[in-house]
């Protein structure tokens, strides 16, 4: 899937080294998940096709639009392939945090309680698992990946004149960076903001650090930094996505009136230690975040 180096523009625009990067690590979790589709290789394989995904969009003004339209279209339904996999397993990772870390629970949820519902995951699991690997053996998944590897390697994906590659990274940089601050200076809490701001900080936090470590930006102290920051925030936003996502999952899905109430009750009590940790992760890095992206950006002009 990795574009060929001799592939004419391909291989002479600066912007193609980003390009590159990402399909390499695309290719190899590719392989990974096809060997075994574990929580690990899910996981990886879902966030390197969305880390692509970011990068297209940053960049979709300087690729054929119509190229790129398909290739995003191919890498969303490949993570997608995934999701309700990968969200059977985030059930059970945060199940088996609310058994070992009674500290944090209520005292309502007992263990017994917890480990039935942890048993019922883990076989939700194991089907899940089975129906992708027959998902991984099949003509439409191979079909996929060829037409990703084809995209990736058309010399014609770059579309437009190259221009040099600060220019371009700076300008998409900049415009994940104000969404961030953007939402940042709001000071909602509620599951809709946190989601989107979730969703811009991830954005920009995967730009950064694969910027960080592209030639004209491997040299800039602040990208570190930001990165940094970013990676603080999605890190308690996504544990916040994910409790709300067990919560919406336990109404519907826990048959047990009593049990799925004070599963409930355990887990707002947990949301509302994260959202509490979120305020003051927010306060302290509000404004370095700002700070550090007007220096990125000053670099970039």
């Known amino acids: 899937m990795q574009p060929s180096r001799e592939s004419g ?14 399909a390499a690590a695309l290719t190899g979790a590719i392989a990974r998940v096809e060997r075994n589709p574990s929580r690990a290789a899910v996981h990886e394989v879902r966030v390197a096709a969305r880390r692509l995904r970011g990068l297209l969009r940053a960049i979709r003004k300087d690729l054929h639009p119509t190229l790129q339209a398909s290739l995003q279209f191919d890498l969303k339904n490949l993570s997608r392939s995934f999701g309700t996999l990968r969200d059977v397993s985030v059930r059970w990772r945060l199940l088996q945090e609310m058994r070992r870390r009674p500290h944090e629970r209520g005292g309502d949820m007992s263990t017994r309680a917890l480990g039935g519902i942890l048993a019922e995951v883990v076989g939700m699991e194991r089907h899940l698992q089975t129906e992708a690997r027959q998902l991984l053996g099949s003509a439409a998944w191979n079909e996929r990946k060829e037409r990703i590897r084809e995209a990736l390697s058309s010399s014609a994906l770059l579309a437009v004149r190259p221009r040099p590659q600060r220019r371009v990274s700076g300008r998409a940089l900049r415009r994940s960076l104000r969404r961030v601050s953007k939402r940042l200076a709001s000071n ?61 999952w336990a109404l519907t899905a826990v048959v047990d009136v009593t049990i799925r109430r004070a599963l409930v009750r355990e887990i707002d009590l947990r949301i509302g230690l994260r959202i509490r940790k979120f305020r003051g992760l927010r306060k302290k890095l509000r404004e370095p975040i700002k700070e550090s992206a007007r220096a990125l950006l000053a670099a970039a002009t």
């Open 188 to 248: 909602s809490i509620a599951q809709r903001d946190l989601h989107r701001l979730r969703l811009a900080v991830k954005q920009a936090r995967y730009l950064t650090e694969l910027l960080g470590d592209t030639p004209g930006w491997d040299e800039e102290p602040t990208c570190a930094a930001v990165a940094g920051s970013l990676r603080q925030l999605q890190t308690v936003l996504g544990d916040i996505n994910d409790h709300f996502g067990l919560s919406e």
């Open 9 to 22: 523009e391909i291989a002479a625009d600066p912007t193609a080294v980003l390009i590159r990067r990402c």
